[in-house]
């Protein structure tokens, strides 16, 4: 079993509605976890990270955390075609171990 | 400058020669990360530099690959003998804090081609 795993996509969503986007994870004591956006070609740039007292929400996006059943979502409200990219999930195992990445695609 | 800084930003090689990537992190950062993407792939992880202890090398896909970090600043990456599976994007990333607890501030990665 991998550390960190995402659904590789692409996910599909028209313009307007809400991106939901998962990430599962095996270290029980992981304490934080990091959502990345990547363009193509361009580097990861952060989005937002949770620690493991709280989900947070800042402006359209919402990263909420389920410990018992060991994954972490990105919500995406009023999806752009701007937001289409790769959405990479880090969480802390000691040291940051990434997912492969979910690619998202919003249809104007 | 503000940000993580790496060099050279484009690298052709031919099989079986050494490569040298450096990485500049952003000052007063204390952990130090290398990753390697290929194409169409997640980030692999290599290998974690914080503060004076010693490396987490467990990503390096072989002995190949070896890196240090002078100073607790500066870091370079070496590649030996590369093969054409070393081909990918490297990544370099330092945070404020180690272990993970702080985000992570991604440098422009080197692309190397070896031929």
């Known amino acids: 079993q991998k550390e960190v795993e995402q659904n590789s996509g692409p996910l599909s969503v028209p313009e307007g509605a809400i991106a939901s986007l998962n990430c599962t994870y095996s270290d029980r004591g992981s304490q934080s976890f990091f959502w990345y956006r990547q363009y193509s070609g361009k580097s990861p740039e952060l989005i937002m990270f949770i620690y493991s007292n709280g989900d947070k929400e800042d402006g359209r996006f919402t990263a909420q955390l389920n410990k018992a059943s060991q994954y972490v979502s990105l919500l995406i409200r009023d999806s752009q075609p701007s937001d289409s990219a790769t959405y990479l999930c880090?969480?802390?195992?000691?040291?940051?171990?990434f997912g492969q990445g979910t690619t998202l695609q919003v249809k104007p | 400058g503000a940000g993580v800084s790496q060099s050279p930003s484009n690298k052709v090689t031919e099989k079986g020669k050494d490569v040298e990537l450096r990485c500049d992190p952003i000052s007063g950062h204390t952990a130090l990360y290398w990753y390697r993407q290929s194409l169409g792939q997640g980030l692999e992880f290599l290998i974690y530099?914080?503060?004076?202890?010693?490396?987490?090398k467990s990503g390096l896909p072989s002995d190949r690959f070896s890196a240090e970090r002078t100073g607790g600043s500066v870091s370079t990456l070496t590649i030996q003998r590369t093969q054409q599976e070393d081909s990918a994007v490297y990544l370099c990333a330092s945070s404020l804090e180690g272990q993970g607890r702080s985000p992570l501030h991604f440098g422009n990665g080197t692309r190397l081609t070896v031929t």
């Open positions: 880090a969480v802390n195992t000691g040291k940051l171990i």
């Open positions: 530099f914080q503060g004076n202890s010693a490396p987490d």
